[in-house]
């Protein structure tokens, strides 16, 4: 299977998909082969991942965007996921979350215990307050396990799909 991403990526298989841990991958190594790079994070809330709603197409998003040519790769995502998601929660990187990579598109994905409800929540406020002041990317977020996710597969933007489709197929329950 061959994924369809816009003509500026490189073609992605899914035998191109690698799984680490956050501490073993070599970010240095991994920046080197690739000329930009689009990071995200997604955050795991036992069999639940937490997803948005682009605000311009409607379609499911992985939480993330393009690094910054000079940017750390792991800093990148989070700072990709603080605009989009309109604030951080924590220190996401504090228990050696997994890590998929397809070429030059990778999601973090720490293991978090929030209230899901109150996530979503918190969330609309602070888009709320943000959207007089910012353009915000994300419409709303939602929480999918493994079924949800391979369900909705075609409701995914085509990058985000890559991740979605990897974390479906890691952590079917």
């Avoid at 197409?57 to 700072?79: F, M, P, T, W």
């Avoid at 609309?124 to 999918?144: G, H, P, Y």
């Amino acid at each position: 299977m061959m994924f369809e991403l816009p003509d500026y990526y490189p073609k992605i298989y899914v035998t191109d998909i690698v799984w680490s841990s956050y501490n073993y991958v070599d970010w240095d190594e991994y920046k080197r082969n690739y000329s930009f790079h689009r990071g995200g994070i997604t955050l795991r809330n036992g069999e639940y991942f937490l997803f948005g709603i682009d605000n311009e197409y409607g379609s499911l998003v992985d939480i993330g965007g393009g690094i910054k040519h000079n940017e750390d790769l792991r800093y990148g995502a989070l700072r990709e996921f603080q605009e989009e998601f309109n604030g951080t929660l924590f220190n996401l990187f504090n228990n050696n979350p997994d890590v998929v990579m397809a070429k030059n598109i990778f999601s973090i994905i720490p293991r978090v215990n929030l209230n899901k409800n109150k996530v979503v929540k918190d969330f609309k406020i602070r888009r709320a307050k943000a959207v007089e002041k910012v353009n915000c990317e994300l419409s709303d977020v939602l929480w999918l396990n493994s079924n949800q996710i391979m369900n909705r597969l075609d409701e995914f933007y085509k990058v985000s799909r890559v991740v979605a489709y990897a974390i479906a197929n890691r952590y079917s329950y």
